[in-house]
T-cell receptor
Framework: DAKTTQPNSMESNEEEPVHLPCNHS???????IHWYRQLPSQGPEYVIH???SNVNNRMASLAIAEDRKSSTLILHRATLRDAAVYYC??????????????FGRGTQLTVWP | DTAVSQTPKYLVTQMGNDKSIKCEQN?????MYWYKQDSKKFLKIMFS???????INETVPNRFSPKSPDKAHLNLHINSLELGDSAVYFC????????????????FGEGSRLTVL
């Protein structure tokens, strides 16, 4: 399983942007970068995913380094509801078993009012 | 309507008992999964079924037996429960085992917390 490295915890104030980093130096050329988050007492929730280009959706943006060895999840304006554990995960491309996602420890994001 | 629903949400039982956790998805997805989250919060895949066929079976004791009566349901039966089985078990589904359409998304249930005494 491909490995990712994330800080154990980060903090932010409400309504400020948050940049959550992830290192994946052993990423292969076809691995997708996925982000999920897990709110307290809930199941993981999909946030965003990408391959090479930066991606935006209604929840967040994903900035992928040119060499793909790192990526950053960007929450543009943190809310209290964004307090969660954020997981950066590499997964093989279409044609493989997508569900075999390996979750690491993730980053615990604390949002202060 | 809950997309992926699991029952029961909480389960407390004695060592040696047999118990089941049920999962149903109403998303029309082809593939369903069981994940286990231990006390250290690590989330690990256990099983995956695609159209009632087992496609992922990680190194899980054979006391754990998944059963998929149809593609909308994936149940987990655990025999001879041990203390180490205490965890939160998450069911998930995706469009198919190749990729979830354009999103590559897994949908998770809210989890079933199993406590073995």
């Amino acid at each position: 399983d491909a490995k990712t490295t994330q800080p154990n915890s980060m903090e932010s104030n409400e309504e400020e942007p948050v940049h959550l980093p992830c290192n994946h130096s052993t990423i292969s050329g076809t691995d997708y970068i996925h982000w999920y988050r897990q709110l307290p007492s809930q199941g993981p929730e999909y946030v965003i995913h990408g391959l090479t280009s930066n991606v935006n959706n209604r929840m967040a943006s994903l900035a992928i380094a040119e060499d793909r060895k790192s990526s950053t999840l960007i929450l543009h304006r943190a809310t209290l509801r964004d307090a969660a554990v954020y997981y950066c995960i590499l997964s093989p491309p279409r044609g493989s078993t997508l569900g075999r996602l390996y979750f690491g420890r993730g980053t615990q994001l604390t949002v202060w009012p | 309507d809950t997309a992926v629903s699991q029952t029961p949400k909480y389960l407390v039982t004695q060592m040696g008992n047999d118990k089941s956790i049920k999962c149903e998805q109403n998303l029309g997805h082809d593939t369903m999964y069981w994940y286990k989250q231990d006390s250290k919060k690590f989330l690990k895949i256990m099983f995956s079924y695609n159209n009632k066929e087992l496609i992922i079976n990680e190194t899980v004791p054979n006391r754990f037996s998944p059963k998929s009566p149809d593609k909308a349901h994936l149940n987990l039966h655990i025999n001879s429960l041990e203390l180490g089985d205490s965890a939160v078990y998450f069911c998930a589904s995706s469009q198919d085992r190749l990729a979830s359409g354009l999103t590559g998304e897994l949908f998770f249930g809210e989890g079933s917390r199993l406590t073995v005494l």
